[in-house]
């Protein structure tokens, strides 16, 4: 009878190689799936919460603008060497105090930190001063009929906001500019916000007429 001979040789040198070398493409394969999916989902994530601030910042313009009694706009390079643009609107807003609501006038900025050096975008934050700030007036031009804002020490009068992440509202944004319409039913104000991501551009425009036009 003739017995079967066991083969003990084991793996030749080629296929071990052969081996290797399958089981390195699919290390490589999942490695970069899982790389992919990562940065999908980064880019995708922060796709969406730059989209969510940039509402945010529209929302809050639409509803200051409603109530709006003034609205202007200006700029200041502050004592830190910061350049800003703002807008201007004073405006009522509902409080409730002791289960009592009443509306009180605050002035709101917004404040557009202009980008820096080598930047092409910067960030959008906001102050809020009551009616009782005396750093604020609101002079009359006579050369175009309309109140603007006047702010004592005004290089400074922003340093608490500037960089401060408690008054942020958004960020990556290129320009901000306002422009106001008289008409027989009221003023219209358009603000107009430009974004930019990923180096393109795209725009948001606020446009609401008031109604609540008054002097100071």
């Known amino acids: 009878m003739k017995?079967?001979?066991?083969?003990?040789?084991?793996?030749?040198?080629?296929?071990?190689?052969?081996?290797?070398?399958?089981?390195?493409?699919?290390?490589?394969?999942?490695?970069?799936?899982?790389?992919?999916s990562r940065y999908t989902y980064s880019k995708v994530s922060t796709d969406a919460?730059?989209?969510?601030?940039?509402?945010?910042?529209?929302?809050?313009?639409?509803e200051l603008l409603i109530e709006s009694k003034l609205c202007g706009s200006g700029s200041v390079t502050t004592t830190a060497g910061k350049n800003l643009e703002y807008i201007w609107v004073r405006a009522n807003q509902s409080e409730i105090v002791g289960g009592v609501t009443s509306k009180n006038l605050y002035t709101y900025f917004i404040i557009f930190e202009k980008p820096a050096?080598?930047?092409?975008?910067?960030?959008?934050?906001?102050?809020?001063?009551?009616?009782?700030?005396?750093?604020?007036?609101?002079?009359?031009?006579?050369a175009t009929g309309r109140y603007e804002v006047s702010i004592t020490n005004e290089t400074s009068y922003f340093n608490d906001v500037v960089g401060n992440k408690y008054h942020f509202i958004c960020r990556c944004v290129k320009?901000?500019?306002?422009?106001?319409?008289?008409?027989?039913?009221?003023?219209?104000?358009?603000?107009?916000?430009?974004?930019?991501?990923?180096?393109?551009?795209?725009?948001a425009t606020v446009n609401n007429l008031s109604r609540n036009v008054q002097e100071p």
């Not at 040198?13 to 970069?32: D, F, N, R």
């Not at 919460?49 to 639409?62: D, I, M, P, S």
């Not at 959008?124 to 604020?136: C, Y």
Request: glycine residues 6%; hydrophobic residues 45%; charged residues 15%.
């Open 3 to 36: 017995r079967l001979k066991k083969n003990n040789a084991g793996f030749s040198l080629i296929e071990m190689v052969v081996a290797v070398l399958v089981a390195s493409l699919l290390m490589l394969g999942v490695a970069a799936f899982v790389s992919t």
């Open 49 to 62: 919460r730059l989209q969510e601030e940039a509402t945010a910042a529209t929302n809050f313009l639409n």
């Open 117 to 142: 050096a080598g930047e092409t975008t910067g960030v959008l934050r906001f102050k809020k001063a009551p009616a009782s700030d005396a750093n604020l007036s609101f002079p009359l031009n006579a």
């Open 175 to 203: 320009d901000m500019t306002l422009s106001t319409v008289e008409s027989n039913n009221g003023r219209l104000y358009k603000v107009n916000l430009t974004f930019n991501y990923n180096g393109q551009d795209f725009s």
